[in-house]
């Protein structure tokens, strides 16, 4: 079992930065592939970034590219997204999500799919006011 902790939303202004934290713990030694994911009041969960394993790939989805950096810790399964220049639209829950008995995330095709992953956090809300 896999453990999915976020943290970090808040209510900010537009323009305002913002870091996000995710912690998954409960398989020692285990590395894997990770995400966010959010969702706004009456939508659907939409993909937003991925990271894979060993850091080396990084996948955004296009509303989020050149203002949004995801990373990760090189030891353990702490991952983080810094949310920089937020619009009112970048409102929602965030979800942080572990693959650790799905595929590997070759492509942002197969990281910004939900069925990807095995594991969600319950979620941390961001709200950004015009």
């Known amino acids: 079992q896999v453990h999915v902790v976020e943290s970090g939303g808040k209510l900010v202004q537009a323009g305002d930065s913002l870091r996000l934290s995710c912690a998954a713990s409960?398989?020692?030694?285990?590395?894997?592939?990770m995400s966010w994911f959010r969702q706004a009041p009456g939508k659907e969960r939409e993909f937003v970034s991925a990271?894979?394993?060993?850091?080396?790939?990084?996948f955004y989805a296009d509303s989020v590219k050149d203002r949004f950096t995801i990373s990760r810790s090189k030891t353990e399964n702490n991952v983080y997204l810094q949310m920089n220049n937020l619009k009112p639209e970048d409102t929602g829950v965030y979800f942080c999500?572990?693959?650790?008995?799905?595929?590997?995330?070759?492509?942002?095709?197969?990281?910004?799919?939900?069925?990807?992953?095995?594991?969600w956090g319950q979620g941390t809300q961001v709200t950004v006011s015009s």
């Open positions: 409960g398989r020692p030694g285990g590395r894997f592939g």
């Open positions: 990271i894979t394993w060993d850091g080396a790939s990084t």
């Open positions: 999500a572990a693959a650790v008995f799905g595929p590997e995330l070759r492509d942002v095709a197969v990281a910004s799919r939900v069925a990807t992953y095995d594991y």
